[in-house]
């Protein structure tokens, strides 16, 4: 099992990044800009449900047009679907987007927290939890996804950090997946790499892509003490994306000259005038459709601007809507667990384990830490060890009534699964997402190592030197010894959530008792309708999700091509 340990500032944006964007020499207008925004996110109401979205204001169903290939989702996999397969001229291709254009202030990697709650964001929460979000109001955390032209890569954090080589040999050892071995795989993550970082492992990476990654401008602080604190623990200097599985390293981010790089501008916005690709915002797919005398899918509906409209497609439907709307789109489609869509009387079309895989990585928020440190990252395998720092949002004040930093602890190869269900029937409703946070005593007992790890670093000597202490939060409802195991394990629970890095609710295998996909993304049983996306995963693996399912999209274009005759 594999756990990640990651320090970040709970403060408010540093909405002074913005000189790439004000060239112009007008500091003060970009500054009310993103204040504006951020000032909007703290006062934005999430909506109970997707109403908005759905509302019919003309009767009827309007005909949107017959297109060869139907792309759901314009996050990290479906921007590169869309972008490989419009590269066959004679291809015709639909993007469908629910929501609306980026804008500059997503530009920014610092405003991932206010753009979590507001409305480029699905507001989705997890249904109540036993074991964790014991802090939250009815127990229940929020789960983020971008609604919005580039997915969730133009709302996240920015972190690029790829699954490891060996959650890949899983993919093929124990769920059956030929053709997935980190082998195999890696060529598609050095085709649309374009890695400014170092150290690096030249072998493992791609330099000529279109997606940047690299390191954050920030000035260095306090860097030795750090490296000599490391040190002490046994650890050394290393790619994180490459072979090494203990070292430490700054943060490799989807980023360039202060701006973030996203699925849409790296992917979409460089061949929007493709005459043979349309891209639809604002469009909820609703379900997928189907020939009455076979399991083919012959295009979807979904809902814009008030009209129910209907696409058809000649070749392929591909789902990459994301780890949770993935999964709801079939479902509303009559394809998933026969028992589940029969309680919500949806005909069924396929009884296939939709979203009765799902994980996400539990992530414990409650470790505090007192002094500023530098934007670096541990990662070490206890099995794999994660541990970053964003100074980029410190505040440089002292004081030991000041908390500038907290750190996150999270499971990287988590045992507990969870599920996502439908609420009904209506597309109105959002999607029930259980989690199943520390559902599992392992999981539980291996956060509260981890914890004991992060306490541990109190003492090495280069900490000391500087006065750094860590500690975690305490709430009233534990009793006992603070900081014993017993203490941990009732904190522990008060202060984690999800990760917001789901996966396996359309789990790849060759079973389909057990799988939702086969090795080459199709829907079991299904000839021309795929998933691609995050939901594929069978296993939550180490990192974080975009880097990922960038390559899922790249091998789903391969895959899409070489059925089709054109690779």
């Given at each position: 099992?594999k756990f990640n340990?990651?320090a970040?500032?709970i403060?408010?944006i540093?909405?002074f990044y913005v000189?790439?964007?004000?060239?112009d020499?007008n500091?003060?207008?970009?500054?009310?800009y993103f204040r504006?925004?951020?000032?909007?996110?703290a006062?934005?109401?999430?909506?109970?449900?997707n109403a908005?979205?759905?509302?019919?204001?003309k009767?009827?169903?309007?005909?949107y047009?017959?297109?060869?290939?139907?792309?759901?989702?314009?996050?990290p996999?479906?921007?590169?679907?869309?972008?490989?397969?419009t590269?066959?001229?004679d291809w015709?291709v639909?993007l469908?987007?629910a929501?609306?254009?980026d804008?500059?202030?997503?530009?920014l990697?610092?405003?991932?927290?206010?753009?979590?709650v507001?409305?480029i964001?699905?507001?989705?929460?997890?249904?109540?939890?036993?074991?964790a979000c014991?802090g939250m109001n009815?127990?229940?955390?929020a789960?983020h996804?971008?609604?919005?032209?580039?997915?969730?890569?133009?709302i996240?954090?920015g972190?690029y950090?790829?699954a490891?080589?060996s959650?890949?040999?899983r993919?093929?050892?124990v769920?059956?997946?030929e053709?997935?071995?980190?082998?195999?795989?890696?060529p598609?993550?050095?085709?649309?790499?374009n890695?400014?970082?170092?150290?690096i492992d030249?072998g493992?990476?791609?330099?000529?892509g279109?997606?940047t990654?690299?390191?954050?401008?920030?000035?260095?602080i306090l860097t030795?003490?750090?490296?000599d604190?490391y040190?002490?623990?046994g650890?050394?200097h290393?790619?994180?994306?490459?072979?090494?599985?203990?070292?430490?390293?700054?943060?490799?981010l989807?980023?360039?000259?202060?701006?973030?790089v996203?699925?849409s501008t790296a992917?979409l916005?460089?061949?929007w005038?493709?005459?043979n690709?349309?891209i639809?915002?604002?469009?909820?797919?609703?379900r997928?459709?189907?020939s009455d005398k076979?399991?083919?899918?012959?295009?979807?509906e979904f809902?814009?601007n008030?009209?129910?409209h209907?696409a058809?497609?000649?070749?392929?439907?591909?789902l990459s809507?994301?780890?949770?709307?993935s999964?709801q789109i079939?479902?509303?489609s009559?394809?998933g667990?026969?028992d589940h869509?029969?309680?919500l009387d949806?005909?069924v079309?396929a009884?296939?384990?939709v979203?009765?895989n799902?994980?996400d990585?539990?992530i414990l928020?409650?470790?505090?830490?007192?002094?500023?440190?530098?934007?670096?990252?541990?990662f070490?395998?206890f099995?794999?060890?994660?541990?970053q720092y964003?100074?980029k949002?410190?505040d440089?004040s002292s004081?030991?009534?000041?908390?500038?930093?907290?750190?996150a602890v999270?499971i990287f190869?988590?045992?507990?699964?969870g599920?996502?269900?439908?609420?009904?029937s209506n597309?109105i409703d959002?999607?029930l997402?259980?989690?199943?946070?520390l559902g599992e005593a392992?999981d539980?007992?291996?956060?509260?190592?981890a914890?004991?790890w992060?306490?541990?670093?109190?003492e090495?000597?280069?900490?000391k030197s500087?006065d750094?202490q860590?500690?975690?939060?305490?709430?009233p409802?534990?009793?006992g010894?603070?900081l014993?195991?017993?203490?941990?394990l009732c904190?522990q629970?008060?202060?984690t959530?999800?990760g917001n890095h789901?996966?396996?609710a359309?789990?790849?295998g060759?079973n389909p008792?057990?799988?939702?996909?086969?090795p080459?993304?199709l829907?079991?049983?299904?000839?021309?309708?795929?998933?691609?996306?995050?939901?594929i995963?069978?296993?939550a693996p180490?990192?974080?999700?975009?880097?990922?399912?960038?390559m899922?999209?790249e091998?789903?274009?391969?895959f899409?091509?070489?059925?089709?005759?054109?690779l």
């Open positions: 099992m340990i990651l970040f500032l403060h408010s540093n909405i000189s790439s964007l004000a060239e020499g500091v003060s207008y970009w500054v009310e504006s925004h951020v000032n909007a996110a006062k934005y109401v999430i909506p109970p449900d908005d979205l759905v509302e019919i204001t009767p009827g169903i309007s005909d047009g017959t297109f060869d290939f139907i792309v759901v989702g314009s996050g996999a479906g921007s590169v679907i869309a972008n490989r397969l590269e066959i001229a015709k639909l469908l987007e929501g609306g254009s804008a500059d202030f997503n530009l990697l610092s405003t991932y927290l206010p753009a979590a507001s409305n964001s699905w507001g989705y929460n997890t249904t109540t939890q036993k074991n014991l009815n127990q229940q955390c789960q996804a971008g609604k919005i032209f580039g997915g969730g890569s133009t996240n954090n972190f950090y790829r490891h080589e959650d890949f040999e993919w093929v050892n769920y059956g997946n053709g997935w071995s980190f082998e195999e795989v890696l598609y993550f050095k085709k649309f790499e890695v400014h970082y170092e150290p030249e493992y990476h791609g330099f000529d279109p997606l990654i690299g390191f954050d401008v920030a000035t260095p030795q003490t750090l490296l604190a040190g002490e623990k650890y050394s290393a790619d994180s994306n490459g072979p090494a599985i203990t070292g430490y390293s700054r943060v490799p989807t980023y360039i000259s202060n701006e973030r996203s699925a992917f916005k460089p061949v005038n493709r005459s690709l349309k639809s915002l604002n469009s909820f797919v609703t997928v459709l189907f076979s399991r083919t899918a012959t295009g979807v809902i814009k008030g009209i129910k209907v058809k497609a000649r070749k392929e439907v591909i809507a994301g780890p949770f709307n999964a079939l479902l509303l009559g394809v667990p026969q869509l029969e309680s949806i005909p079309i009884d296939l384990p979203g009765q799902f994980q990585h539990a928020y409650g470790l505090s830490l007192r002094h500023v440190f530098n934007n670096i990252f541990l070490h395998s099995d794999n060890l994660f541990f964003a100074d949002y410190v440089n004081g030991d009534s000041a908390t500038d930093i907290q750190y999270s190869h988590p045992k507990s699964r599920s996502i269900k439908l609420k009904s597309p959002k999607p997402i259980d989690p199943n946070l392992e539980r007992e291996f956060l509260a190592t914890v004991e992060v306490i541990s670093l109190n090495t000597n280069a900490w500087i750094a860590v500690y975690m939060n305490e709430v409802e534990c009793k010894q603070v014993s195991r017993e203490w941990i904190t629970a008060y202060w959530g999800p789901g996966t396996s359309n789990s790849m060759k008792a057990a799988s939702v996909v086969d080459r993304l829907v079991h049983g299904f000839g021309n309708l795929r998933v691609a996306d995050s939901s995963i069978p296993e180490v990192g974080h999700m975009q880097a990922t399912a960038y899922i999209g091998r789903a274009a391969d899409i091509k070489e059925t089709h005759g054109r």
